[in-house]
């Protein structure tokens, strides 16, 4: 996040929760670890929801990949649904062109990854 934050100031105000909709959202489907705009907030902006489990299963790098991932959606801003591809991609170009971080895919589950070398 300090990273991050001397990047884009703006991410100063951005606030990290916990969210149990989010931890039903990953035991749906164990890729999802993060959302942004939740749909149980009243006022969604700068929030980053995560699930419990990011934490206990996942190593930093994806960790911050994610984290990366999320910011990208705060500055792209909500997309409508049927842009659910494009929203993902375009989360991740805002990361390239404003922090210069290239997310990757790590498989098995296609897991947001970045290496943390590129964080200082
Ligand atoms: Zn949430
Ligand atoms: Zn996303």
Same mark, same amino acid.
């Given at each position: 996040m300090k990273f991050a934050i001397r990047k884009? $100031?703006?991410?100063?105000?951005i606030i990290h929760v916990y969210c149990r909709e989010c931890d039903r959202a990953h035991q749906r489907d164990? *890729?999802?670890?993060a959302h942004s705009f939740? $749909? *149980?907030?009243? *006022? $969604?902006?700068?929030v980053v929801c995560w699930a419990e489990a990011a934490f206990v299963e996942l190593p930093p790098e994806h960790i911050a990949g994610i984290c990366l991932h999320e910011l990208g959606h705060q500055m792209v801003g909500p997309m409508e649904e049927s842009a659910e591809y494009d929203a993902e991609r375009e989360a991740d170009l805002a990361v390239l062109e404003r922090l210069g971080v290239a997310i990757k895919y790590k498989r098995p589950k296609l897991i947001q990854r970045v290496s943390l070398k590129k964080l200082v």
């Open positions: 884009v $100031p703006e991410f100063k105000h164990s *890729r999802l670890y939740c $749909p *149980r907030l009243a *006022r $969604p902006g700068n």
